[in-house]
């Protein structure tokens, strides 16, 4: 009797196309239609609006020029740079001609995509170069046997501490795709402490998620939203950080039980029919022949070396305003010393480097398909037209349902607009002014939009859910079942604050 063939869940390739096609079938569906935009331009120190039918005019750099408009905005917001994007002009909103997109601007979508996204994909793969090279020299092994001696039987710690600092990066400074870089050092790690790949992901990605959805003073969503809102960002800042400890609490006793439940039955993980092929890919120092290298002062100033790169990256994105341009340049540079003060040779450090970044060449890709769904969705005019949609079905709601029913549209908006200061810039002189009809601060609607889009991004395609995944080597079902329930007690938090919000 012939055993049956177990289906499997497709690749995040499979589903990206997927959800691609999806794309493309609503540009034949849903009303093609855009709202006029305004952006500064430094250069002719002029506001720029585009109207639907893509025609350019100038207006002074006013505050009178923005209430014309009814941009309830300060003029300074423009000018010192803290709004950088074309923001949506309220009451512009027109139907165009449809734009379906076609078959050849399907298959032209993911090159496009991939060089949009140009920056992230050498990102990630100077990171895989670097990774390869300090696990050539050895420092890895060594830094694991030493730190497994040290957390035996306390490994629970390194997960809060872990999750913690992302934690706060996310809340901080928007702390999100940089964190691909950690994910194959820290399963690593994690696998050698007894946890299974879904802890890694569940640390970093949940920890970040978590950090940006509740964020305080992210300039890359709180900030921008606020500003677009026509508000400080401290507005609502109290709120947000009442929902930030306790989702931290929350989400840690939830990923801390399944660690915990992992460790000491590892058949109740759930990716174990894959344990031996994960360790294999993660774990260097499996063969029980292999002599595992003496901690030595040139390992130690090896792993100093990495280490020290994210550190520098964190400051450089938070102080000096960096992006991925320099990042990369950076983690290159390491790579180059950790080159040359290790015992590899010149030829050995180039071969693993490029092996590296073989490695995550697929991770990159991922990103490529991702970004291209967004041009699709951009290039068909829909976007707006959801928007303007939205926009129109809240007003004369009741204030409770209202904030309720916003948080709801966020997290639809956020499944076709992933980035958090594109779908700010976009939204939010749209929509903040409908708290004033219904009574209510606009720093609601700003606590909605973070709360929305951070619930889509554990889940949404679209964003770098898929690319994470790829690199602990985890299927898109598995995640889905892992996080579901989390899922639902966020929302439930979320609806829960913002009706508190709307009372006091």
Known sequence: MKKKKRLKFPTAFTVLFIVLIIADILTYVIPAGNYSKLNYKKETKKFEITNSNGNVSTKPPTQKTLDDLNIKIEVDKFIDGSINKPIAIPNTYKRIKQTPQKISD??????????????????????????????????????????????????FILLILVNLLIGLGGTTFGFAEETIALYPILTSIFLATGYDSMVCIAIIYVGSTIGTMFSTVNPFATVIASNSAGISFTEGIGLRMVGLVIAFIISLIYVLRYAKKVKDDPSKSLVFDQKEEIEAKFLTNNDNKKEIPQLNFKLKLILILFGSA????????????????????????????????SDLKEKECVDNFLAGAGDVIGVGLIIGVARSINLVLENGNISDTLLYFFSNSVQGMNS?????????????????????????????????????????????????????????????????????????????????????????????????????????
């Open 400 to 504: 409770s349902v209202f904030a309720i029913v916003m948080l709801l549209i966020f997290m639809v908006l956020g499944l076709f607009i992933p980035s958090s200061s594109g779908l700010a810039v976009l939204s939010m002189p749209i929509m903040a002014p409908l708290a004033d009809t219904v009574g209510i601060s606009r720093a609601i609607i700003v606590s909605a939009f973070q709360f929305g889009h951070g619930l889509i991004t554990f889940i949404t395609p679209t964003g770098i859910i898929l690319a994470a995944l790829s690199m602990v080597d985890i299927t898109y079902d598995r995640w889905l079942k892992f996080i579901a329930p989390l899922l639902v007690i966020m929302l439930i938090l979320s609806m829960i604050l913002l009706s508190f919000a709307v009372i006091i």
């Open 310 to 341: 994210f550190i520098i990256m964190v400051y450089g994105v938070v102080v000096r305003k960096w992006w991925f341009t320099e990042m990369t340049a950076l983690f290159l540079v390491i790579s180059i010393i950790v080159g040359i003060i």
């Open 106 to 155: 399907i298959v032209q979508a993911p090159v496009k995509g991939t060089a949009n996204g140009i920056d992230i994909v050498l990102f990630i793969l100077v990171v895989g170069g670097l990774i390869s090279i300090v696990n050539a020299t050895g420092a890895f092994e060594s830094g694991f046997a030493s730190l497994s001696k040290v957390t035996k039987g306390k490994e």
